[in-house]
């Protein structure tokens, strides 16, 4: 059902002139609300998203279904929620929620490691001090902003209230902005190239300052330990992924040459990008991390050895195309699906949104200042909008530490959805189509 909504938004979108994306994201809202407004169970559940999923860990570590709930959603939403799942078809529910978000993971894992086959490395490094200064202002500026407005708007608030606030806005989701440069057409672009190594540093910079302001929320001072710990992390994932990754897919290679040059493509691809994920994951980066990294390492000429190599006419991006094509626009539909359009009707919500809309939006866009010559500033500054999961991750763990209260978490899921939902046409009014093999096949290395 879901694969045929996003199909129907595509199409829409397209016909309309419009990135797929927007469609697939517009369709999401659409069905979510409406199917959820008429009283269509299955949709009330899909519509909590990752929250479903987490109030099931929190009930396997020892939690009572009731304490998981309302911890992860609020007392009334997580009674609802449990009412439904209470009910005769709950656990089909269930099942269909965890089938729904694991095929919605490795749809955003898919497409960064689409993105990074169609990105060079040596481009990459070309770009790399403006995509360190993108990367830095892009933390730095809405940080700043954040805690300005925080103790303007919110003055009864506490200190930790107003760093964690400040910190959801730091966020940037590269996988919506990657599909976005892909369906122009401008993800060989160099303000693409710029987006997506800043992208990469901008998240390890949040997550060195959520590992901050958390340590400040819990013990109510800097842990230096954990912080150098996660700086650490990220450094060794890095650095040992850029160096050992080549002699890994070599490895393989070798390991499984004997079978026919299409499965060797398709295992070894599938091998690699996986385990750069989970141990991305392992780092305290995020997945799409390990995928985008994985991208950039693996290239077609790693399968020389091969038999039959040079009679094999299908590229590694060739073979991945039908899952990246399938899996990612779940997860653009999910994530809609995830709007609530009834958070609306209060206007404390609307006006803290509309604030923290206001921060958000100048607070990336003054990042296309140090992207450096030649390049559509604008653009690059519209690219580091997207907020996405990331900013939904920060704001649900200051939400589990209790420091970000409903309303202010609603008006941070306002947000979120407001600046995923403008970077498509924004992108599209700044960038237009690109030449039309520009996101093609290319070596990378």
Same mark, same amino acid.
């Given at each position: 059902? +879901?694969?045929? +909504? ?29 199917? %959820?407004?008429?009283?269509? &169970?299955? +949709? ?6 990752? %929250? ?73 490094? /070309? ?8 990367? +830095?202002? $892009? ?52 303000? %693409? ?15 060195? =300052? ?29 650095? $040992?992924?850029? #160096? ?11 390991? #499984? ?43 077609? &000429?790693? #399968? ?9 006419? #299908? ?5 991945? %195309? ?15 699906? /995830? ?51 990331? $900013? ?34 924004? =992108?599209?009014?700044?960038?237009? &189509?690109?030449?039309?093999? &520009? ?7």
């Amino acid at each position: 059902m +879901i694969v045929s +909504i996003a199909l129907i938004g595509r199409f829409a979108a397209r016909k309309l002139h419009q990135p797929s994306v927007l469609g697939e994201l517009l369709m999401g809202v659409f069905i979510g609300n409406y199917f %959820a407004y008429e009283g269509y &169970e299955l +949709i009330q559940v899909l519509r909590e998203g990752t %929250a479903g999923m987490e109030i099931v860990s929190l009930s396997l570590a020892g939690y009572s279904w009731e304490k998981a709930a309302c911890k992860v959603l609020g007392e009334d939403a997580g009674l609802a929620f449990l009412d439904i799942l209470r009910g005769p078809d709950g656990s089909v529910y269930l099942r269909v929620l965890q089938a729904t978000d694991v095929f919605s993971r490795y749809g955003v894992v898919f497409l960064l490691f689409h993105v990074g086959l169609d990105t060079c490395v040596t481009e990459l490094r /070309q770009v790399g001090a403006d995509s360190l200064r993108v990367a +830095i202002l $892009g933390v730095l500026a809405p940080f700043g902003l954040g805690m300005l407005m925080a103790v303007v708007i919110l003055p009864q608030a506490s200190s930790a209230e107003h760093l964690f606030l400040a910190a959801t806005l730091c966020a940037t989701s590269i996988g919506i902005t990657a599909r976005v440069l892909r369906d122009l057409n401008q993800i060989r672009s160099r303000e %693409a190239k710029i987006v997506l190594g800043a992208a990469v540093m901008d998240d390890v910079l949040g997550l060195i =300052l959520l590992s901050i302001v958390s340590g400040i929320v819990v013990t109510g001072s800097v842990a230096i330990g954990a912080v150098a710990h996660t700086i650490l992390l990220a450094i060794v994932f890095i650095i $040992g992924s850029l #160096f050992l990754g080549p002699y890994l897919v070599k490895f393989l290679v070798w390991l #499984f040459c004997r079978m026919g040059i299409l499965e060797t493509k398709l295992c070894i691809s599938f091998i690699f990008v996986m385990t750069l994920a989970w141990v991305a994951n392992l780092a305290g980066l995020a997945p799409i991390v390990g995928a985008f990294a994985a991208g950039l390492l693996i290239m077609d &000429e790693y #399968f020389k050895p091969c038999a039959r190599y040079h009679q094999d006419k #299908f590229l590694i991006k060739d073979l991945f %195309a039908p899952l990246e094509a399938i899996l990612a626009p779940i997860f653009f539909v999910l994530m809609g699906m /995830q709007v609530k359009l009834e958070t609306f009707l209060d206007w404390h919500v609307i006006l803290l949104a509309a604030s923290l809309l206001i921060v958000g939006v100048i607070g990336k866009l003054v990042t296309g200042l140090v992207a450096g010559q030649g390049v559509n500033r604008l653009s690059v500054g519209i690219a580091m909008m997207p907020r996405g999961e990331v $900013g939904l991750v920060f704001a649900s763990v200051g939400k589990g530490l209790g420091v970000i209260s409903a309303p202010i978490f609603s008006a941070v899921v306002l947000m979120v959805i407001v600046t995923t939902l403008a970077a498509p046409p924004l =992108l599209k009014w700044t960038l237009g &189509e690109g030449p039309p093999g &520009e996101g093609g096949e290319q070596e990378h290395g």
